[in-house]
C-alpha cells in the first residue's frame, strides 16, 4: 500500500492538544472499508476519517468517517478536524467561505471563519421524550437523583443519544458514572452556568461500546443536537466541555433561523504520510 498524506487535527479548543483530536487520511480512494476500520481501530481515537473524491457535483470532498468499532454517517468534531485538514492541503471550496462536505448523513455546509470553522448540523433522524424506564437507567448510571432532572430526549443525528438536561453545570461536573447501566448507551448531559461564566452550559458525553463506558472530551454531534433541542437557549452561546477531563473545549453554538451552526477552533498538530 503506498503511503498517504495523514494529519491529526485537535478540535474545539483554542489551546493545542486540550480538545478533541481527530485522525484524517487523504487520498483513501483505493482503500477498502476493512482498511479503513483497521486503521480506525489501530488509533484507538474516539474517531478517524478517509478524505475521498465527491460523488456529488455539489461537494468539495467525501469523507467516512469510523470510530474503533463502526463506520458513522456524520459526526461533529471528525467534520471540522476534517474540513481543516482538507483545507490545510490546499483544498479550494468551490464556493468561497464555505466547504462542502459529502458523508453517510449528506451534504453538510462548513462555514469558515477564521480562525474557526462551523458546521450546519444536520436534521435530527429521531428527537422526543424519554421512556420512564431509559429515564431511570440513567439517573442510575449517572449517579444523580431524579430531582436533578431537568428535562430528557432522544437527539440521533448520526450518533443515537440520549439527553439529560439537570438542574446546573456544577451537576453535570459532579456526574460519577456507573457503567453497568449505561452500556449499550451515547449519554450526553448539561447543565448552565451561573450568569458571568465565559460558558452558557457545562457538557459531557458517555460513549458505550456495547462492553464499556468512556467519556469523550469534546462532541459536535451532541451539542449539535443540544442545539437544535433546547431553544430556550440563547441564540449564540458557548458550551464547555472536557473539564471534567483536564481538557478546555469551547463549542460555538448559533441558532440561525432555522439552521444551527456548531463550531470552534481547529489546530493541524500532526502531519506527515501513514501505510494503511
Known sequence: MPALPFTQVDVFSEEPLSGNPVAVVHDADDLTSGQMQRFAN???????????????????????????EEELPFAGHPTLGSARAWLTAGGTPQT??????????????VRVE?????????????????EAELLERLVAGLGISPADVVSGAHLHNGP????????????????????????????GVVGRHPAGHEAQVEVRAFLSDGRAVAEDPVTGSLNAGIGQWLTDLPPRYVA??????????????????????????????VSGVVRP
Not at 50 to 65: E, N, T
Not at 96 to 109: D, H, I, N, S, Y
Not at 174 to 185: A, F, I, K, Q
Open 240 to 269: 464547555a466541555q472536557g473539564t471534567a477531563m483536564g481538557r478546555s473545549g469551547r463549542v460555538h453554538v448559533e441558532r440561525d433561523g432555522s439552521r444551527v451552526w456548531v463550531g470552534g477552533a481547529t489546530t493541524v498538530v
Open 160 to 187: 443515537r443519544w440520549v439527553v439529560l438536561q439537570v438542574t446546573d453545570a456544577a451537576t453535570v461536573l459532579g456526574v460519577v458514572p456507573v457503567p453497568g447501566p449505561l452500556v449499550g448507551l451515547d449519554v
Open 96 to 109: 468561497p467561505g464555505t466547504v462542502v462536505q459529502e458523508c453517510g448523513a449528506g451534504l453538510v455546509e
Open 42 to 68: 489501530w488509533t484507538n481515537l474516539s474517531e478517524t476519517t478517509f478524505l475521498l473524491r465527491p460523488g456529488s457535483s455539489d461537494a468539495d470532498y467525501r469523507v467516512r468517517i469510523f470510530t474503533t
Open 114 to 130: 477564521e480562525p474557526h470553522l462551523a458546521f450546519a448540523a444536520p436534521p435530527l433522524f429521531r428527537e422526543g421524550p424519554l
